[in-house]
């Protein structure tokens, strides 16, 4: 009356089934670490930038003093001597798009 040879052969199918994508998960899992790797380092040099950059501008201002009476690059020299007003500078850019004024309309 019940096909059970049928059923049979399809819950072993399934069975498989399970596993072939038990496998495909995995694999996935694998390769998508492995790929976020070059984020998670990126994110805690981020973090770590994030954590220093209030000090930034009183580094460097000294350092870029004795890296002039050095014999050091003029082009570090001129970074440092210049980097607190490019940090600046770059703050208020990024945190200037975040206000908006709102449009009256006609």
Known sequence: ????????RLAEHKIALRRRIAGHRARCATVLAEAAQPLAWLD????????????????AIPLGFV??????????????RWGPLLFGAIRGF???PRVRVPRQEA
């Not at 890296?67 to 440092?80: D, E, G």
């Open 44 to 59: 805690r040099v981020v973090q770590f930038w994030r954590r220093l950059s209030p000090f930034a501008p009183f580094v």
């Open 1 to 8: 009356m019940y096909p059970q040879l049928e059923l049979t």
């Open 67 to 80: 890296l002039k009476r050095s014999k050091a690059p003029r082009l570090l020299t001129t970074a440092l």
């Open 94 to 96: 990024v945190s200037g």
